[in-house]
């Protein structure tokens, strides 16, 4: 394959690699509007940036004959947030220049190993902001001969409170030098740092206007908060994927939901800022030869992580932002292969979450969490297809088939087969919103006749439904189905009954479960009605149109 404007060397390592064509980042950054000039890019996670950002400092590194000089001070200056993505910068860069000395600089890693490298002489360097620092303050990483500084996932970096780092490195490098700075999104201070060390730089996109990544498919599930561990569970036994990622907002929530899947017999591995280096290497090296399917890891903790069998991100917590979204998602679908990401989103949080994806123009599929009729049925689909596949069989095989089929009848035999395969799977949890309980009702039960009233600061307006309302007070204040009575739900607020005798040790809970506003961590509220609640408003009988029988119709919606 010939790459008419790149130097032969690169084109050669790129060919050898299997590339038939640029991707549409390499493209650009390789046009002759962009020689020699500043770049600000952007684009999404998994599309070719490493190698675009490699193929766009050629001009810098190369001699006209495709040469490098001999190594000394360094010509280029790669900086990533996290060491696995810094680690994997100096892989893809180490292919593509062939003959190129790499040294790599991060945190957690040998640093008297790494100042010997520096010393040796480097013509690329690649390492995370605060270690690359801590190296030049020392006078191992002298930059005073840079010809190119590369700035990778720049938004990251400045999100993890790496900008006095990163400001430091820069100042020590020449003017004339040529800055690429690469970012999956241009906030406000991405679009300062660009003006503070960049002139005139070509601005670059190739993220489309459809927001999140052309090969992933996002998707939606609603549950009552009560729920949501179940929920994980039926989509991992659902999608069956062959690597799954699942997101978390702190390194609690990562302990308790990694050990709730170990226990129900799910290959998991954790990442937080709670693991040291070696347990994370450990992890990503359990994903990568398959001994593990499943990662539950915290926002910071996966940064870098490139699995190429991932196909399955599920958002267990909504992250901040749709950004935060973009850059969990981002995990999968890469390199041209389709990827799914889910959203747990608790019924009170949905209005927020599609303003969310609204506003970021995210097209979501929204719908319910598979139960588990849904998943035995693509189990017995996958079953079939498993089962029917053609294999390669010797003639001890065969022996023992024939001795199998002496003793037991065909049928016996595949039901063992089918029986041994259904084994090493987890079972689906039943949700408690997915079959409405004959107490969430909205009428007078008989036993409820002395009872206490108390209100919800939700109603119809916020997606107020029995199916999840019931189980969250269940859990609020620490009753069964059957001690809840009557449910009223209105336009903003929701009236429920608990029996006189139970409703001080019931308040008493949910005041245990609030915070100091009185709040759970959805933000609803419960609270004691003064005295009996009122009554429904009667329906008007309306007449129909023209005259006639009057009806019991409410009235007409407009």
């Known amino acids: 394959m010939d790459f008419p404007n790149l130097p032969a060397a690169l084109g050669s390592a790129l060919a050898a690699r299997g590339y038939t064509a640029l991707t549409p980042v390499q493209s650009e950054v390789t046009a002759d509007a962009a020689h020699g000039r500043d770049l600000l890019v952007s684009a999404q996670t998994g599309s070719g940036k490493t190698v675009a950002f490699g193929l766009a400092m050629a001009e810098q590194l190369l001699s006209e004959d495709g040469a490098l000089p001999p190594a000394a001070a360094p010509m280029a200056l790669a900086i990533a947030p996290t060491r696995e993505l810094a680690l994997q910068v100096a892989k893809e860069l180490a292919w593509l220049y062939a003959d190129a000395r790499i040294a790599t600089c991060v945190g957690?890693?040998?640093?008297?190993?790494?100042?010997?490298?520096?010393?040796?002489?480097?013509?690329?360097?690649?390492?995370?902001?605060?270690?690359?620092?801590?190296?030049?303050?020392?006078?191992?990483?002298?930059?005073?001969?840079l010809r190119v500084a590369i700035l990778d996932e720049a938004d990251e970096m400045l999100d993890m409170g790496f900008r006095d780092d990163l400001e430091a490195l820069l100042d020590q490098t020449p003017p004339e030098r040529r800055t690429l700075l690469f970012s999956a999104t241009l906030p406000r201070p991405i679009v300062q740092l660009a003006k503070t060390y960049q002139r005139d730089a070509l601005r670059i996109s190739t993220v489309s206007e459809q927001r999140g990544h052309g090969d992933i498919a996002y998707r939606a599930v609603t549950v009552s908060p009560a729920d949501i561990e179940h929920a994980v569970i039926n989509l991992l036994r659902?999608?069956?994927?062959?690597?799954?990622?699942?997101?978390?907002?702190?390194?609690?929530?990562?302990?308790?939901?990694?050990?709730?899947?170990?226990?129900?017999?799910?290959?998991?591995?954790?990442?937080?800022?709670?693991?040291?280096?070696?347990?994370?290497?450990?992890?990503?090296?359990?994903l990568r030869d398959r001994r593990a399917r499943v990662c539950v890891a915290t926002d910071v903790a996966a940064r870098g992580i490139d699995l190429p069998t991932l196909s399955l991100v599920i958002h267990v917590e909504m992250p901040r932002d749709a950004e935060v979204l973009q850059h969990r998602s981002g995990r999968t679908?890469?390199?041209?292969?389709?990827?799914?990401?889910?959203?747990?989103?608790?019924?009170?949080?949905?209005?927020?979450?599609?303003m969310m994806l609204r506003g970021a123009r995210i097209a979501t599929e929204w719908g319910e969490v598979p139960s588990a009729e849904e998943i035995r049925a693509k189990d017995r689909e996958r079953l079939l297809e498993t089962l029917l596949a053609p294999v390669e069989v010797d003639d001890d095989d065969r022996a023992l088939a024939a001795e199998l089929l002496a003793q037991r009848s065909p049928e016996d035999i595949a039901a063992a087969l089918v029986a041994a395969q259904r084994a090493a799977l987890p079972a689906p949890e039943e949700l408690t919103g997915q079959a409405p309980s004959e107490n969430a009702q909205k009428g007078h039960r008989d036993g409820f006749d002395d009872v206490v009233w108390f209100r919800m600061n939700i109603g119809r307006r916020q997606n107020a439904d029995p199916r999840w309302v019931l189980p969250l007070l269940c859990r609020r204040g620490h009753v069964t189905k059957s001690e809840i009575g009557a449910i009223r739900i209105g336009p903003m607020e929701t009236q429920f009954q608990v029996p006189s005798a139970l409703a001080g040790r019931f308040a008493a809970a949910v005041r245990a479960s609030a915070n100091s506003d009185g709040e759970d961590e959805n933000g609803v509220r419960i609270e004691q009605m003064e005295g009996a609640a009122p009554p429904r408003a009667a329906r008007v009988p309306q007449r129909r149109p023209g005259g006639g029988a009057p009806t019991a119709r409410g009235p007409r919606r407009r």
């Open 333 to 354: 679908g890469r390199a041209g292969k389709k990827g799914t990401a889910v959203l747990i989103v608790p019924y009170p949080r949905r209005r927020r979450v599609e």
């Open 238 to 286: 659902f999608y069956e994927a062959e690597t799954a990622m699942l997101f978390c907002a702190t390194r609690d929530n990562v302990r308790h939901l990694h050990a709730g899947l170990v226990e129900r017999g799910f290959a998991a591995v954790a990442l937080s800022g709670e693991h040291s280096q070696n347990e994370r290497n450990q992890a990503l090296q359990a």
């Open 108 to 145: 957690g890693m040998d640093a008297s190993r790494e100042r010997r490298a520096l010393n040796h002489g480097a013509h690329i360097v690649v390492g995370t902001p605060g270690r690359l620092r801590d190296h030049a303050e020392r006078g191992a990483l002298k930059l005073g001969q």
